[in-house]
């Protein structure tokens, strides 16, 4: 009778009856093959743990960036706010009772140049407290209430004392006909001479104005979003997401659930926005992720066992008929352990000892193709690199300035418009150097003096600055704007959160082939925390020192080293950057 112990004595005959050459082969077959199911196995469990850990992770920094955005770009409408409020006309309305076209029209005006100017405000009001108004709408706006002093807002916004109140549709009183939600900033405006309440702003911005914030994170981490307001209703959602009917209330994805909804799996993630009683609800579907990882896993299993199983074969082929000559190639091809490509020239048949040879020399010469081609391959990522960044500093600073020119203009300042865009003028002169990519250091001082000029025009007596440059670095070269960010850093994260008049030194000193400028200030200072952040590697962690970080960048490509800066600081007492630059040739 054939039973279980029979077949296993005949496959051991089987194995004995085998030659040493054939043992080896299936001894060490059976041994890979059991390897490679326990890596394969351990490598989907790793490479599990490590997709969900990326998961929560990229979720986290999408709600991060999401809020940082909007924060930004309500900044921006605030902007906008101040600028109406700067406005001649409008305080001049606002201070009378005439409601005459006389009035009127000069604040219509005004209303209109700035909607056209900012594509994102869909409508303008201006309310006088008797209930009078101008308005200036790119689309039709219904007013669902005649005297503001009934809006549901009204007594909430004078108790703010002229900040900013944002709520959705200026709390349902003021309703589009394009059928799309309007994010309204509410704001009392005040007398600039006797400081007291004159009248009523408002902005309604379209919701339209927060979708390319919204395809941005999508794209960045794959992950969608819906924006609630603080009724939990929607107030914009990407335009490919479907409303989500959530199992369990909105508070309980604080931390981040995978839900598991009409058959798909989700991460969802959600925050507030205290500031603006907002809500964000962050989801990812899973199943896209896991099909990808899944199918991507199966390769590399299968590749790993054929490169396995390929390179077990033919080494104990090798080993059965070239152990000895093998040997002397191993001793001729020593000088690889050391880093030395060298061709090997031993005595060799046509077999295949002598195609390993062949192989092993025509291996060394790409080898050396490679490295060659590799090193000229960085240098030109590198090189690319540090044009990318140079790029984004440049409107980094040019939208400050404009921003700057904007406000004198609006303010009629005209010898101060021409002061400015003449500074201006000077700095690029400089700064765009015929392409040059290095000036020297008293051009670019020079730059600097110009951008305090612009600043100063706006800030008047904010900051005072003075500078102590040995005569032997003036004429080092250096990489153009790299102290612009430096000073900018001085005035708005230094001096002007401080709330007080400060001062910015420049110095420069060059010691053992190395040019020292340290850019310092006597502003708020900086916590240990916060100069970690500067010094952060990542931009999601550094949004706020995005000049800065790119200098640094740049500077630490173009010298090719990171011991290229230091920071110092102390809360109340001011902070130091000092840029040590290496030495090179100087130029006219």
Sequence with gaps: MFTYNVLINRIKQKF????????IILIFTAFMIGYVIITSILYVQVLDT????????????????MKSNIDSNIETINNVSKLIISDSNVRKYLTSYDNSLAYRRPVYQTLTQLYVTFPFIDSIFVYRFSGANVNASRSV????????????????????????????????????NTGKNNISMIRILYDVEKLVPIGLLVINISQDFFSPIIEETKLKYGTSFVLLDANDEPIIKDKDSTPINLPRTINSYFSGIVEKIDGAKFFILSSEIPKYNWKIISYT?????????????F???????????IFLSASFFAANFAISPINKLIAAMEGVKQ????????????DELGELKNTYNLMVKEIEKMIIREVDTEKQKRKFELDILNEQIKPHFLYNTLDSIAYLALSRNNKDVYSAINALGQFYKFSLNKGNELITLEAEVTMIKNYLTLQKLRYGTLFNDSYALAEDTLKIPILKNSLQPLVENCIYHGIKPSGEPGNILITSNLIKNTLYITVEDDGLGMSPEEIQHIQSEYLEENLMSFGLRGTIARLKIHYGTNDIYEVTSERFKGSTVTLKIPVKEEIE
């Design 299 to 309: 390769i590399l299993v299968i590749l790993l066992v054929c490169t396995i199983t």
């Design 339 to 350: 880093g030395r490509f060298k061709r090997v020239n031993i005595l060799t048949g046509n």
């Design 50 to 65: 490590q997709r969900t850990k990326q998961l929560h992770q990229s979720a986290y920094q999408s709600i991060d960036l």
């Design 285 to 297: 579907p899973l199943d896209t992720m896991n099909g990808t990882i899944n199918t991507l896993s």
């Design 16 to 23: 004995m009856d085998a030659s040493i050459k054939t043992k």
């Design 141 to 176: 706006t219904f007013s669902l209430v005649d005297n503001i002093r009934f809006a549901p807002w009204y007594e909430e916004v004078l108790a703010l004392e002229g900040k900013y109140l944002i709520n959705i549709n200026a709390g349902g009183t003021l309703i589009p």
